[in-house]
């Protein structure tokens, strides 16, 4: 009886202060659109399809930078921007947060919708 217990009160205290690897996992979907559509899309330099687009990102303490080309189009060049996920902060308490700051879990891609409007090269 005593080991059910034991065992109910760490499951318990592993739900009540989970982090955000658990609760949103350590890949984001991100959106990347473009007027007009079908540009090549490039992070970090590397082709990752064509607008529209949607992929899933990897969280990490890295910085990433977007790139639309379209031919007969000026390219535009972005940071995708992060912030930190408050849902991190439940992890404090469980291993001072350092699971969510090694997974890149304790932060989001933030907007994680793009649009970008090329301008046409003159």
């Known amino acids: ?6 065992l109910g009160l760490v499951v318990t205290a592993s ?12 890949s984001q979907a991100i959106t ?5 559509e079908g540009a090549k899309v490039y992070i970090d330099g590397q082709l990752r399809g064509t607008t529209p687009l949607s992929i899933s990102m990897k969280k990490s303490l890295s910085t990433h930078t977007l790139r639309v080309v ?3 189009y000026a390219p535009v060049t972005r940071t995708l921007e992060k ?6 902060l439940l992890n404090i308490v469980w291993d001072l947060s350092t699971t969510d700051m ?16 090329l301008e046409k090269k003159k």
Request: proline content about 6%; overall charge negative.
């Open 32 to 36: 990347i659109d473009s007027e007009p």
């Open 15 to 26: 739900l009540a202060f989970g982090s955000a690897t658990i609760f949103k996992g350590t």
């Open 70 to 72: 379209k031919e007969g």
């Open 83 to 88: 912030s930190y996920d408050p849902v991190a």
């Open 1 to 6: 009886m005593l080991k059910k217990i034991a």
């Open 102 to 117: 090694l997974t890149g879990a304790a932060f989001e891609y933030s907007p994680n919708n793009y649009m970008v409007q």
